[in-house]
C-alpha cells in the first residue's frame, strides 16, 4: 500500500513537471505560469475524479439493490467478511462481459460491472469476479490505476490540443503538431504499462479467490469473459484505451490501440496459476 502510494505521487510529478516543460518550450516565458496552472489542475483532476474516467468511457451508471439484489448480496457478504466498506455499484450498458473496480481508497471505491457479464456468469463466478475486483480495493490498487487512466486521458487530449493549435488555418496542424500527437501517444501508453503491473492482477486473483474461497469459479468466469470478450470486442477509441487496464480483462482484439495499451497477462497463464490454488497439477 504504502508502495502504491509512493508510485502515484511520482507519476504526478513526473507528469506535472512534464506540462510544465512542454508549456514552456512552445510559449516560452509568456506560457510559463499557464502552463503551472494546468499541471495545478492536472493533479487535482487525476487524485479527485480520476475515477470518472472509466465510467464516463463506459457509459456506466449507479444500480440499485431492487434491479440486482444478487449483485448487491455478493458484494455485501464478501465486504463485511473482509470487514471492509461496501463500495457504490456501478452498472454499464456493454454488452461485452467485463468489470473494473475504480477510487481513492476503500471508502470512495466503486465496482462497475457489465450488462454482459451480468448475463454470462453464474452466480458463483460472478463472485469470484467480485473478489477479484475487492482484492484490487484492499491492495490499494485502485488509486494509482485511476490516477494513471486519467493521466492517459489527458496527455492524449493535450496532443489533439497541441497538434490543433500549432498548424496553420490552410494546412491543417503542422509539424511540431504532427510530432506531439506522435510522441504523446506513447507517453500516454507508457504511463499506464509502467503505474499498472501485470503481476497485479495475478495477486488479485489469488486474493480474490482466497477471498471467495473457490479459485475455479474465477478461473471458469475469467475463460468465459475472454470467450465472450473475442465476439464482442470494445472499440479500440482513446477514452476507452486508457481505462482498459482497470478491467479484469482486455476489452480489445489486441491491435492498435489495444496492444499499445496492453497491460494484462494471458487468461491462460492466470487460469492455471488458479487451477494451481486449487490443487490442479498440469
Known sequence: ???????????????????????????????????????????????????????????????????????????????????????????????????????????????????????????AEL???????????????????????????MITFAGWVAAFFSGDDDEGPGFIGALLMMVLGPV??????????RTREYQADESGALLTGNPLALASALRKIEMRGRDLPLPETGRLASAAHLMIANPFRGRGLGRLFATHPSTAERVARLERMAGYRR
Not at 44 to 63: E, I, K, Q, S
Not at 188 to 197: K, L, N, R
Open 1 to 123: 500500500m504504502h508502495h502504491n502510494g509512493l508510485r502515484t505521487a511520482v507519476l504526478l510529478g513526473a507528469m506535472s513537471t512534464l506540462i510544465v516543460v512542454v508549456g514552456t518550450w512552445l510559449g516560452g516565458g509568456f506560457l510559463a505560469p499557464f502552463a503551472l496552472l494546468a499541471a495545478l489542475v492536472t493533479i487535482v483532476v487525476a487524485y479527485f475524479f480520476g475515477d470518472r474516467v472509466a465510467l464516463t468511457a463506459l457509459r456506466a451508471r449507479p444500480v440499485s439493490e431492487v434491479e440486482q439484489p444478487m449483485l448487491y448480496r455478493i458484494v455485501r457478504e464478501l465486504s463485511t467478511g473482509a470487514r471492509q466498506p461496501m463500495p457504490r455499484l456501478y452498472i454499464s450498458p456493454t454488452m461485452q462481459p467485463n468489470a473494473f473496480a475504480t477510487g481513492r481508497n476503500p471508502r470512495k471505491a466503486t465496482i462497475c460491472v457489465t450488462y454482459g457479464l451480468m448475463k454470462t456468469l453464474d452466480e
Open 127 to 153: 463472485r469470484g469476479v467480485i473478489g477479484h475486483e475487492l482484492s484490487h480495493i484492499y491492495n490499494r490498487d485502485i488509486l494509482i490505476s485511476s490516477v494513471a487512466a486519467a493521466l492517459a486521458t
Open 188 to 197: 500516454a501508453a507508457g504511463v499506464i504499462q509502467t503505474a499498472i503491473s
